[in-house]
Nanobody, 124 residues
Framework: QVQLVESGGASVQAGGSLRLSCAAS?????????MAWFRQVPGKGREGVAA???????TYAESVKGRFTISREGDGNRMSLQMNSLKPEDTAMYFC?????????????????WGQGTQVTVSS
C-alpha cells in the first residue's frame, strides 16, 4: 500500500506562486505508474488538476494550463506541482494521488492511494 504525504500549502495573494510536494513511500521498488494532483473545495467534488505518468508527458486541466507544472523527481516517488499566477478560484484542498493503471487521467477512479491534503488559499 502506497502512502502519500503532501506539503507546501499556504496562503498567498493573487498572482503569487506556490510549490506543492508529494512524497510516496511504497512497499515495492517501483514508483507508481501514475501520480496526480486533485483539488476540492467544500461542497464540491474532487477535481483533477494534473497527472504525470512514470515515463511520458503530463496532462493538465484546462483551468491550469500554462500556469501549473507537474513534475516527478528522483526515483519517481516524489512529485511536485509548481503553481504560478495563482487566482482566487485556485483556492482548495490539494490532494496527491497515485495509481498503477496503464493510462494516467484526471479521473479519481484511476487512483487507489491518496494523501491527506494540503490547503492552498489565494486571496484577491
Amino acid at each position: 500500500q502506497v502512502q502519500l504525504v503532501e506539503s507546501g500549502g499556504a496562503s498567498v495573494q493573487a498572482g503569487g506562486s506556490l510549490r506543492l510536494s508529494c512524497a510516496a513511500s511504497a512497499y515495492t521498488s517501483l514508483s507508481p505508474l501514475c501520480m496526480a494532483w486533485f483539488r476540492q473545495v467544500p461542497g464540491k467534488g474532487r477535481e483533477g488538476v494534473a497527472a504525470i505518468p512514470r515515463y511520458t508527458s503530463p496532462t493538465y486541466a484546462e483551468s491550469v494550463k500554462g500556469r501549473f507544472t507537474i513534475s516527478r523527481e528522483g526515483d519517481g516517488n516524489r512529485m511536485s506541482l509548481q503553481m504560478n499566477s495563482l487566482k482566487p478560484e485556485d483556492t482548495a484542498m490539494y490532494f496527491c494521488a497515485s495509481g498503477d493503471r496503464a493510462i494516467c487521467t484526471l479521473q479519481m477512479d484511476y487512483y487507489n492511494a491518496w494523501g491527506q491534503g494540503t490547503q492552498v488559499t489565494v486571496s484577491s
